[in-house]
């Protein structure tokens, strides 16, 4: 089963939105197998943005996502990446529609409250820079959506 790399930013954390999100993700039918609440180190953020690394606002990037408490989570499910992606909406809330998580949420590009890896192979990256493979549950129990 496909899986995902989501986390709640340090702006989503500050402002009390965890339980809503995971809420979202739940009620589309996807299924979380791990998450905790962690401050990020340095070296775990300046691996998790690496592709980022000659851009102008890596320094900023990685300032703030150690400015505070993450919540990390690995998600399953079916198309997760592509689907997860489609609620966050664009990187720029300008850009974000209405209904996703970004144009809900966010007003600028810098604090943007949610990352979802943007394929399967940076999401198996991604969950090996914050877990343990002995931290992901089997997700064994069986997800019941309406007219299932
Ligand atoms: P993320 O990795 O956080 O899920 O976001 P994303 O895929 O939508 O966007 P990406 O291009 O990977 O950029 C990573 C994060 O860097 C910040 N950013 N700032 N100042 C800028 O021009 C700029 N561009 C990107 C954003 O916080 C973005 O989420
Ligand atoms: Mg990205």
Redesign the pocket.
């Known amino acids: 089963m496909e899986k995902t790399y989501l986390m709640v930013?340090p702006d989503g954390v500050r402002r009390q939105l965890v339980g809503k999100l995971v809420q979202r993700f739940e009620d589309k039918g996807f299924q979380l197998i791990a998450a905790k609440m962690f401050r990020m180190t340095r070296e775990q953020a300046e691996y998790h943005?690496e592709?980022?690394k000659d851009?102008p606002?890596f320094g900023?990037?990685v300032e703030?996502i150690t400015s505070g408490s993450v919540f990390g989570m690995v998600w399953q499910g079916e198309n997760i990446v592509a689907l997860s992606r489609a609620m966050?909406g664009?990187?720029n809330p300008l850009d974000a529609a209405p209904g996703t998580i970004r144009g809900d949420y966010a007003l600028n590009?810098?604090n943007?409250i949610?990352?979802?890896s943007?394929s399967p192979q940076s999401a198996e990256r991604e969950i090996s820079n914050f877990f343990r493979p002995e931290e992901l549950a089997a997700g064994d129990y069986p997800v019941r959506m309406p007219g299932s």
Do not use: A, S, V
């Open positions: 930013k943005y592709e980022h851009k606002f900023e990037l703030f966050m664009k990187t590009t810098g943007n949610i990352h979802g943007d």
